[in-house]
């Protein structure tokens, strides 16, 4: 006879273990590794709340404690591996499998673990996938996470970073698994009950607070003239031609640029109000002088970012605030909005092919994908229309009618060298040798090439959507590619020819006076102007306060 | 440091009355750029006194765009590039310029 209640009683068998470790649900930190090593078993699959920016990192430097012969082989998935700790595991024999989506700061130890054959890599996810995972086949026996603070019955308020934990919590909680999560503090009533108690089989004050990366903080005063012109261009040949209202943008320095001229050329432009009015956008703190000029309507986050939390209290109207006062992320919900919901994703990138495939993989580091293919995505199930979208469709079929269907807007800004003189241009990814070299059959691409509509540089845009072959989509990029060895092997006459259809648009094409490209034309051009613009309420991380 | 003369012949003479404009401050991790008005009408000479040797070919393929966009008639161009990307030089000679045309 078939056991139906198998996982119901693996699950009873393991709180049993641990009943002289708990008092109700709480555990004491020093009996935090004993709590691991009882109710995590051998070949378990771990999710170690890493997300983009907070840290479950006491457990994670629990979990490393653990003996490797009694707790190993386990498989780890979770989207963000970003502390050291986490590659720990691997080292230590603790864990064997990954399944993730990003590494940022470990992307180069990463790489060297898979080459030593030290990780079993599964596969390299965006968010949504891997969360969609944690529901077919990538489901967590085990969860361990973070939040702000937790009531004595287990209730938890994430606070604003509340990120990816309510996907965690959902697959393992409901599937007969055990979630326990790291509190900065247990108190008598949580501000907002953001996870419901009866999900939390374990709570334990952490020593010290979670981890918070700032990731999204851009100093307005590294921003350069090129990259300033770039955001000229952009408005002018994109925003301005499209009115995308709905728009996601990527947190490098050249959207950031964008975010600063909102309210000089941006409303120069007669833009206020006509275009990004909505977001699927992270705090970003350049943002705040358009959010004080009247450009912004509303803005969902994926996550928060050190320093915004007082500012976006204050401004209830434009961000999504709890009863309790404070913002409500959701990492999930906000991908999907920047999924089905956005006109328009812009960002930057490291590496473009001659087929607009592009990738931030070099040969020794693996920085994961994060969020940026499913922003910079044409959903296909998508079917309510807006102009942007109708507009990009119409370019791209080169026609109208009743079954043509709309695109997403996703475009690629990148100065021609990057860092130390390195081409963004290439006439074969670097991700490409890498997946040789670690036998992948699929080489990472953050972004496929028939996704991108637009590549914004320095020289101009090239318009994908009016390239009708692949020699005209090559010579579009060629032609924007500037003085680097892709850029100087271009087709001039087929350049020119693509110039004249509008498919390259040069500054000058566009009517943009270089003398405006300018530090002067930035709504703030240090973090203190942005603290200024703010009223106050932004207050940046000590290591961006240069004052 | 290396330093090289390019000349090349415009289409036109640059419009303006300007004698000569400066472009960028080389102490500011940024290249300077001077222009003077003092060659023949359709003639462009440009010093360049440059950081990194080797680029030379850049210079040349940066030098014919310009020439071909700004059309530069008539201008002597002095460039310290202080290691400038080929990008920067270009937009900042575009808005030496523009300068020479529009200031008075």
Redesign the interface.
Same mark, same amino acid.
């Given at each position: 006879m078939t056991d139906w209640i198998k996982q119901k009683k693996e699950r009873a068998r393991r709180l049993k273990e641990v009943v002289s470790l708990v008092s109700g649900k709480e555990v004491q930190p020093a009996d935090v590794t004993a709590l691991l090593e009882r109710v995590i078993c051998s070949g378990d699959r771990v999710c170690l709340e890493g997300d983009n920016q907070k840290q479950a990192d006491f457990l994670a430097e629990c979990l490393t404690q653990v003996d490797p012969s009694q707790v190993h082989d386990l498989h780890i998935v979770q989207s963000g591996l970003v502390l050291s700790e986490h590659l720990d595991l691997f080292r230590l024999g603790i864990a064997r499998k990954l399944d993730f989506s990003y590494s940022g700061p470990q992307s180069a130890a990463i790489a060297r673990a898979l080459d030593q054959g030290k990780i079993e890599l599964g596969a390299i996810h965006t968010y949504i996938e891997l969360f969609a995972r944690y529901f077919v086949d990538l489901t967590p026996n085990v969860a361990l996470i973070a939040a702000v603070s937790a009531d004595r019955k287990g209730n938890l308020y994430t606070g604003p970073n509340t990120e990816d934990t309510p996907t965690i919590v959902e697959a393992t909680a409901y599937k007969n698994g055990i979630v326990i999560a790291q509190v900065n503090k247990i108190v008598d009533e949580v501000p907002r009950i953001d996870i419901p108690g009866d999900q939390i089989d374990f709570i334990v004050q952490a020593p010290k607070p979670f981890y918070v990366e700032p990731l999204f903080t851009r100093d307005p005063a590294a921003v350069?003239?090129?990259q300033i012109?770039m955001a000229m261009i952009a408005l002018k040949g994109i925003y301005a031609e499209y009115r995308p209202r709905r728009l996601n943008h990527g947190i490098g320095f050249a959207t950031a640029a964008i975010e600063l001229l909102l309210p000089t050329y941006g409303e120069q432009l007669g833009l206020r109000g006509e275009v990004a009015t909505h977001w699927a956008l992270n705090p970003h703190p350049t943002l705040i002088p358009a959010i004080e000029s009247g450009w912004v309507q509303q803005i969902h986050c994926f996550g928060s970012e050190v320093g915004m939390d007082r500012y976006m209290s204050a401004r209830p109207d434009v961000y999504f605030i709890g009863h309790d006062g404070t913002l409500r992320s959701n990492r999930l919900l906000c991908q999907n909005a920047g999924l089905y919901a956005c006109d328009m994703f812009i960002g930057s990138t490291l590496q473009i092919d001659l087929a607009g495939n592009s990738s931030t993989v070099t040969p020794d580091r693996i920085a994961g994908f994060g969020g940026a293919p499913n922003m910079g995505a044409d959903a296909h199930g998508r079917r309510h229309v807006s102009e942007a979208w109708l507009k990009a469709g119409h370019e791209a079929a080169g026609s109208e009618g009743p079954l043509v269907r709309g695109r997403k807007l996703v475009v690629q800004m990148v100065?021609?060298?990057g860092e130390g003189?390195k081409p963004a241009f290439v006439e074969e990814l670097d991700s490409i040798a890498l997946a040789r070299k670690l036998g992948m059959p699929l080489a990472p691409v953050m972004i496929f090439g028939d996704d991108v509509t637009h590549i914004v540089? $320095?020289?101009g845009i090239a318009n994908l959507l009016l390239c009708r072959n692949a020699d005209d989509v090559e010579q579009a990029i060629r032609g924007v590619a500037?003085?680097t060895p892709v850029g100087?092997a271009r087709d001039r006459a087929k350049v020119e020819a693509l110039r004249a259809r509008g498919v390259i648009r040069?500054p $000058?094409d566009l009517g943009i006076?270089?003398?405006q490209?300018d530090r002067n034309l930035l709504a703030a051009r240090s973090i203190r102007d942005l603290v200024t613009w703010s009223d106050g309420l932004y207050a940046p991380p000590s290591k961006f306060r240069n004052w | 440091m290396e330093k090289f003369t390019i000349q090349a012949q415009a289409k036109t003479t640059l419009g303006g009355k300007s004698p000569h404009a400066l472009t960028g401050v080389v102490a500011s991790g940024n290249l300077e750029i001077l222009f003077e008005r003092k060659e023949a009408p359709l003639t462009v000479t440009v010093e360049v006194m440059t950081a990194s040797h080797g680029y030379k070919p850049v210079w040349e393929a940066v030098i014919k765009d310009f020439v071909e966009r700004a059309s530069p008639g008539g201008m002597h161009i002095a460039i310290h590039d202080n290691g400038a990307r080929p990008d920067t030089v270009l937009l900042r000679l575009m808005q030496g310029a523009r300068l020479m045309e529009t200031q008075s």
């Open positions: 350069t003239e090129t012109l100065e021609t060298f003189m540089t $320095e020289e500037g003085y100087l040069r $000058e006076d270089l003398l490209a | -």
